[in-house]
């Protein structure tokens, strides 16, 4: 099934991928959290066709430079969504301040976990 027609409902700016999307506003006033409620009624359209969002996956993240304001409380299906300090999208990770801090720890993490690996078995190939 393909999910193209949902943007045509959708208003704001919004970023899509494959089954993946994103929605989002810049916050400038309460109105404009409001504004991002209302438009989360992709989980209408998505119960209208039969497909259901997994909740699990389903967060809300602040992006800003600034001191972080006062958040709203988003909800889909009457569940208040899960609010993240970093978000990964086509496999980098950012955090609140849109730096990739996070992936490079990532990274170097998974490097010396692989290194690691290797040593641990290296030495018993080498005792052989």
Request: with cysteine; net charge neutral.
């Amino acid at each position: 099934m393909f999910i193209d027609d949902l943007l045509d409902v959708i208003d704001i700016p919004e970023l899509m991928y494959a089954d993946d999307l994103k929605i989002f506003l810049e916050i400038k006033t309460q109105r404009n959290c409001e504004r991002l409620q209302e438009v989360i009624f992709v989980s209408d359209w998505c119960r209208s066709n039969c497909l259901y969002l997994n909740m699990s996956k389903c967060s809300v993240v602040s992006f800003t430079r600034k001191k972080m304001i006062q958040l709203f409380d988003y909800e889909i299906y009457e569940t208040v969504l899960r609010r993240s300090n970093e978000a990964k999208d086509l496999g980098i990770i950012f955090d609140q301040k849109f730096t990739s801090s996070p992936h490079i720890n990532y990274l170097f993490s998974s490097a010396f976990r692989v290194y690691g690996f290797i040593i641990r078995n290296g030495k018993k190939t080498l005792q052989l």
